[in-house]
């Protein structure tokens, strides 16, 4: 929003009145006071954009007044004015707050400049606020991060603890299950919105190369180094750095990585120049790193000072409940990628991606959709447009084939109690039973031709007890 009222306050009527018609003039409305407490009250009842004060005025100073602007409307730009031109005065009324500082005589050029610098600045202001409250909204967590089971409402949780401080978080999981994401998440809920998010993949980038791509580089500290460059550290400076697959960063790099935790700084590479840092770090792995110290693979001290707040991401066959959630949300993201209409799955085809395991999670479950979507000139998508998923389910049952009954019902019961949580108190005891019990009891009888005393008899249970198991469990028994 442009100044469009302002204050004047100056002991001088001369200065009120010059000041007064340049700026209505202009087409400012401006009112004015003759002291520092006629200009309080005004403040006090009126809204201005700025406010040019004079340093010495009866009663309540420029600089007095100034403190009480702070305190009542922190938004309001002043502008001091001054007829000693001394160092300590502008180093004062700069260090209460003012905008900006004006020695008198000065001339009317001066005020529109000054009034031009400051439509900027609000301009700027307002445009960095929309962009803030843009960014907040496109990293909000119901937005970007799906899911409603117990696991993910626990993350959200985490997240909304950890967010607002500072505090180092080391995100844990399988690869493909969002672990950037979650650390966007972080930095965007933060008070360092508006601030650089630098990501790095410590697996993807050379050894040799890696400390370099952290800690920058001075001109000529290497062959082919023609230039000074900045590292991931200091492009992150007063923001957050993601340090993604950490546990593949090398020892003698990690004890780098700690003296910058400790001491907030760094050094280029070739250079001996400390350079401060204030940044947060987010790590992440999809790596055992207690085991790894346990190796001697990772520090110890560096794992303790990463582990702060970890926050571990269940991979996606521990929370099928989310894949609809997840499907309909990717549909709507990649067919609006691809500029064509929304579509749908079927029911067999959500069946089928809710049973599927994702070896490669949520990542995996994304470039399923957007292939389904860009092969398939259907608006409906079924089962038969996720074909390569059967064929390695198939390959996962003929897995089982080759496991002992034990060892399939461990398989399954691995895959349907994914979520012990949400279950009430002694319902999967009785749930698991009737579910082995019915087909055992149901097949046994088929073997005997629905005689119940040979049946019993195999079962190794009394003939009544049998009855009533029938009864119980709905086996519907067939006689020859």
């Known amino acids: 929003m442009p100044i469009n009222n302002i204050l004047v306050a100056d002991d001088e009527e001369s200065m009120r009145w010059v000041l007064s018609k340049a700026l209505k003039k202009k087409g400012f409305n401006v009112d004015l006071a003759k002291d520092g407490e006629e200009a309080l009250r005004h403040i006090k009842l009126h809204s201005y954009d700025l406010a040019i004060l004079d340093i010495k005025m009866p009663g309540l100073s420029g600089l007095e007044l100034l403190d009480r602007v702070r ?180 020892l003698d790099l990690q004890s780098k990585i700690l003296r910058v935790l400790q001491e907030k700084e760094v050094t280029r590479t070739g250079g001996s120049q400390v350079i401060p840092v204030d940044v947060r770090v987010v790590a992440a792995t999809n790596q055992d790193l207690e085991e790894m110290v346990r190796k001697k693979q990772f520090r110890e001290d560096l794992f303790y000072r990463l582990n702060v707040i970890p926050l571990h991401l269940v991979p996606l066959r521990e929370r099928s409940e989310d894949i609809p959630l997840l499907v309909d949300y990717f549909l709507a993201k990649v067919c609006a990628e691809l500029e064509v209409p929304v579509k749908t799955c079927s029911p067999d085809a959500i069946r089928l991606l809710t049973t599927y395991t994702w ?20 608006p409906l998508l079924t089962a038969a447009d996720f074909s390569t998923l059967k064929v390695q389910r198939g390959a996962e049952q003929l897995q089982s084939e080759d496991l002992s009954l034990e060892g399939i019902v461990d398989l399954k019961l691995r895959g349907s109690f994914t979520n012990m949580e949400k279950m009430e108190s002694g319902d999967v005891y009785t749930m698991v039973l009737e579910q082995v019990e019915r087909p055992l009891i149901r097949f046994v009888l088929e073997k005997t031709r629905g005689n119940q005393v040979r049946a019993a008899d195999i079962l190794g249970i009394n003939r009544n007890t049998l009855r009533k198991k029938i009864t119980e469990l709905g086996v519907e028994v067939k006689k020859d």
């Open 71 to 250: 305190e009542l409307k922190s938004d309001l730009l002043v502008v001091i004015m001054t007829a000693e031109a001394s160092m300590k005065n502008a180093v004062e009324a700069m260090k209460r707050g003012a905008y900006d500082y004006l020695t008198k005589p000065f001339d009317l050029d001066v005020i529109d400049a000054i009034i031009e610098k400051v439509n900027r600045a609000r301009e700027m202001t307002t445009q960095v606020t929309l962009l803030k409250e843009e960014l907040k909204d496109r990293y909000q967590l119901e937005k970007t991060i799906i899911g409603n089971s117990p696991a993910m409402r626990e993350v959200y949780k985490t997240i909304g603890k950890v967010a607002p401080s500072d505090v180092t978080v080391l995100v844990q999981g399988e690869s493909g299950t969002g672990k950037e994401l979650i650390a966007r998440a972080i930095h965007f809920n933060s008070k360092r919105l508006g601030k650089p998010f630098v990501a790095l993949n410590c697996a993807a980038i050379p050894k040799e190369l890696l400390e370099s791509e952290l800690f920058g580089f001075e001109k000529g500290a290497f062959t082919g180094a023609t230039e000074r460059k900045l590292g991931k550290f200091e492009q992150a400076n007063n923001g957050t750095i993601f340090l993604d697959e950490i546990g593949d960063m090398p």
């Open 359 to 378: 070896p490669g999670n949520v990542r995996e479950l994304e470039n399923t959709i957007k292939r389904a979507v860009i092969l398939s000139g259907d």
